[in-house]
């Protein structure tokens, strides 16, 4: 059951926003689109920071706008995380993270221990926001946003202004907010890897519309979908590790379907892990192929097919022979389309070249 319905029209000089959307009530809920298909401006709707006299918005069933209902920014149960993090300056650490406390809540969502031990912030306390690095100050900004008692929690592109190193820093702690609290969070972002390894429901937006929105993997596996017309097009599918080959560097994941093999990062079996898959690394087969390199060759099921343009076509494939598992997209040429006479139904295999797993743990693993 939707926990976020929004529905948003409202036209500016040059540019209008027609959305309706239902969205979960838990995990990470991405907009995505290239700069200016109106990510912001509907997050900003959402805040009640632009006001769409066309609008409802229910938030866990309590309406904040509505036809005959306005309920202005300061009173939304919001967090807000922007891309700067717009501390106090003369605060320290503790200062800014107090200051976020303010807000009378009847329910408590974190505690301020609980938030500074979740974000790695004891050793910074005593810090002004000009002693700390780029990542740390957007943990700080992100605890202070929690310390509020969200019943939501909004993130305009929270790592844009970071360079590689301090976003590799700060996912960590963001799959902490997403696995740790049954809180939804919307983020925006145009970087297509911080959604697939964040997100659990991604929207897509372009020129103020949506153009797509689901489960990530859904969303992903469409070959008609958007995201399927990149060269980086993948699924992120969910996986529990089930055995470690110590020997090779192997482990092996279950996803729904099969088992896949891959390089081992640090894992634990029964430990739940997101499987990432590009397209350009699947290939089918009409018959099992013989022995190769290739470790990962399964059974699965051809479910639809979307021409990218006169030389390739995307194909979803769903795993196992029954074709009930996880969907895999393969991109390939028209020509290898038509001489291995494939089409929608047909069982297959599918050689999988590479697989790679993210750094940290997916949604629902277990402490």
């Given at each position: 059951m939707a926990a976020i319905d929004a529905h948003f029209r409202r036209d500016w000089p040059g540019f209008s926003l027609d959305v309706d959307l239902h969205l979960?009530?838990?995990?990470?809920?991405?907009?995505?689109?290239?700069?200016?298909?109106?990510?912001?401006?509907?997050?900003?709707?959402?805040?009640?920071?632009?006001?769409?006299?066309q609008g409802r918005l229910a938030v866990d069933s309590e309406v904040w706008q509505d036809a005959g209902r306005w309920v202005p920014t300061h009173r939304r149960p919001i967090g807000y995380v922007f891309q700067e993090a717009s501390l106090f300056a003369h605060l320290s650490v503790m200062g800014n993270l107090r200051y976020?406390?303010?807000?009378?809540?009847?329910?408590?969502?974190?505690?301020?221990?609980?938030?500074i031990e979740l974000l790695g912030l004891g050793h910074l306390l005593d810090r002004k926001p000009d002693r700390l690095s780029g990542g740390e100050r957007q943990r700080v900004a992100i605890g202070r946003a929690l310390l509020t008692q969200?019943?939501?929690?909004?993130?305009?592109?929270?790592?844009?202004?970071?360079?590689?190193?301090a976003k590799a820093e700060i996912l960590p702690f963001i799959e902490k907010?997403?696995?740790?609290?049954?809180?939804?969070?919307?983020?925006?972002?145009?970087?297509?890897?911080?959604?697939?390894?964040?997100?659990?429901?991604?929207?897509l937006i372009d020129q103020g519309r949506v153009?797509?929105?689901?489960?990530?993997?859904?969303?992903?596996?469409?070959?008609?979908?958007?995201?399927?017309?990149?060269?980086?097009?993948?699924?992120?599918?969910?996986?529990v590790v089930e055995a470690i080959d110590a020997t090779f560097g192997l482990i092996a994941v279950a996803v729904?379907?099969?088992r896949l093999l891959a390089p081992a990062p640090a894992a634990s079996v029964g430990e739940a892990r997101r499987v990432h898959i590009l397209a350009s690394a699947v290939s089918l087969a009409r018959e099992k192929p013989g022995r190769s390199s290739i470790l990962n060759v399964l059974p699965a099921r051809v479910v639809a097919m979307n021409p990218l343009d006169a030389v390739e076509v995307v194909a979803a494939v769903a795993l196992g022979e029954d074709g009930e598992g996880a969907r895999l997209l393969a991109r390939m040429t028209r020509k290898s389309w038509e001489e291995l006479g494939l089409a929608p139904g047909q069982n297959v295999y599918a050689q999988v070249k590479s697989v790679s797993l993210d750094a940290g743990r997916a949604e629902g693993a277990k402490n």
């Open positions: 979960p009530g838990r995990g990470v809920t991405a907009l995505f689109g290239h700069s200016g298909s109106g990510k912001s401006t509907l997050l900003r709707c959402i805040a009640g920071l632009e006001r769409a006299p976020g406390m303010k807000r009378v809540s009847d329910a408590q969502l974190v505690s301020l221990d609980h938030a969200p019943k939501l929690l909004l993130m305009d592109e929270p790592l844009s202004a970071l360079d590689r190193g907010l997403r696995d740790h609290f049954a809180l939804p969070i919307i983020y925006i972002s145009h970087d297509l890897a911080e959604v697939e390894r964040l997100a659990d429901h991604v929207v153009v797509g929105a689901g489960p990530l993997a859904d969303v992903q596996s469409d070959p008609a979908s958007p995201l399927a017309r990149s060269r980086e097009a993948a699924v992120s599918l969910r996986g729904a379907g099969g």
